[in-house]
């Protein structure tokens, strides 16, 4: 749609004509960059934790870790002794949640921003389809 009023606008327009075509072009470009953050946030796991130390020590929690650091019966045994030290479960409970919910912010952020961008486009593809109708 956008190509074919590009079309009629270089048919007719003058050079100021194809701001708004090319806003549009970049404004869903900007789209699909921040759709594509919100399918893959990226978060630094040292500001996901205050201590240092916790680093060191893989996530009993996040599916990632689990499937790609343990095999089936070690993670289990190392589940049943985290299960056993009530402080140190709530702690790896805890650090999840807060990792969870950076990922959770940081999509939410992406797309929000994602569809303010895809609102504009159409805006700009409303203008310059205006352009070409009072063009001729």
Not at 91 to 111: F, L
Request: charged share 15%; proline share 4%; hydrophobic share 50%.
């Amino acid at each position: 749609m956008l190509y074919n009023l590009v079309n009629a606008l270089s048919k007719h327009g003058s050079g100021c004509a194809y701001i708004a075509p090319l806003g549009c072009a970049l404004l869903l470009l900007l789209t699909v960059f921040f759709c594509a953050s919100a399918l893959n946030p990226r978060i630094n796991p040292a500001d996901s934790v205050a201590d240092p130390e916790t680093l060191k020590v893989p996530s009993h929690l996040y599916f990632g870790v689990i499937s790609t650091h343990w095999k089936r019966e070690q993670y289990v045994r190392e589940f049943n002794e985290l299960m056993v030290n009530p402080d140190a479960l709530v702690r790896e409970i805890a650090s999840q949640v807060h990792v969870n919910a950076q990922i959770a912010s940081d999509k939410m952020a992406a797309t929000k921003r994602a569809i303010w961008m895809l609102t504009s486009a159409v805006g700009a593809l409303a203008v310059t389809a205006l352009v070409v109708l009072i063009q001729g």
